[in-house]
């Protein structure tokens, strides 16, 4: 079992940034992708951001693309999400998710899940 810890989120005004953190430990961290995810208030969990774990490879969700950057340090085992030019749209609980093999867009592809940090943004 992988455990995932998600850390970094808070109340910001409209226009900041924030970044988030995500932590797991396995044997072979560049064997993993990780994406990130997101959940408002009475909307479904929709995708953010995707790292692949070799490569570096990334992709976004239009609605953040230009925004926010994914990337990943190796030698701490964490990727981390930087959100800038933050918006009330964004307001959500993020979600960290894992899983061995490449980089997927798709939520249910992921088998590790943290369990969110909130995110506030107000205008």
């Known amino acids: 079992q992988v455990q995932v810890v998600e850390s970094g989120g808070g109340l910001v005004q409209a226009g900041g940034s924030l970044r988030l953190s995500c932590v797991f430990s396995?044997?072979?961290?560049?064997?993993?992708?990780v994406g990130w995810f997101r959940q408002a208030p009475g909307k479904e969990r929709e995708f953010v951001a995707t790292?692949?774990?070799?490569?570096?490879?990334?992709a976004y969700a239009d609605s953040v693309k230009g925004r926010f950057t994914i990337s990943r340090e190796y030698a701490k085992n964490t990727v981390y999400l930087q959100m800038n030019s933050l918006e009330p749209e964004d307001t959500a609980v993020y979600f960290c998710?894992?899983?061995?093999?490449?980089?997927?867009?798709?939520?249910?592809?992921?088998?590790?899940w943290g369990q969110g940090t909130q995110v506030t943004v107000s205008s």
């Open positions: 790292i692949s774990g070799s490569f570096g490879t990334t």
């Open positions: 396995v044997r072979t961290f560049s064997n993993y992708a």
């Open positions: 998710a894992v899983r061995f093999g490449g980089l997927t867009i798709v939520m249910n592809e992921y088998a590790y």
